[in-house]
């Protein structure tokens, strides 16, 4: 059996997960709502994350810019999805949304901004 707190919602629910016998799945307990029970058996079979952080850009205004994966990676790429991120360098202006990096390690997931760059610079 193993414990993990979900982070679906604010709850933050103590779930027990534990393979079934035989083929039968997975038995979740703790949960407060359905979502919990998915996310246990993702997490305990291919846990993932939404990665935030900042880019460099050429702006002395706007040295660092907000941006997020537009997916969930898995863990054990995460490390290095962050080395191709702290390359790559924002040498234009960009709204929130637009694309930084494209698929990033083939795992078609995109490095988006998180903030428009207009509204930073108050144009």
Known sequence: ???????????GCTLEIEEAQGNEG?????QMCK??????????????RTITTTVKTIYPEIPR????????????KIFEVMKVIDKAVVTHMVKSG?????NVLDLDVD????SDMYIMMGV
């Open 98 to 102: 637009e694309v930084i990096v494209k």
């Open 111 to 114: 490095i988006v901004a998180a």
């Open 35 to 48: 979502r919990g029970r998915e996310f246990a058996i993702n997490e305990l079979t291919n846990p993932t």
């Open 1 to 11: 059996m193993r414990k993990i707190t979900c982070i679906i919602c604010p709850r």
């Open 26 to 30: 997975y038995i979740v307990t703790g």
């Open 65 to 76: 810019l907000p941006v997020k994966t537009s997916g969930e990676v898995p863990l054990g």
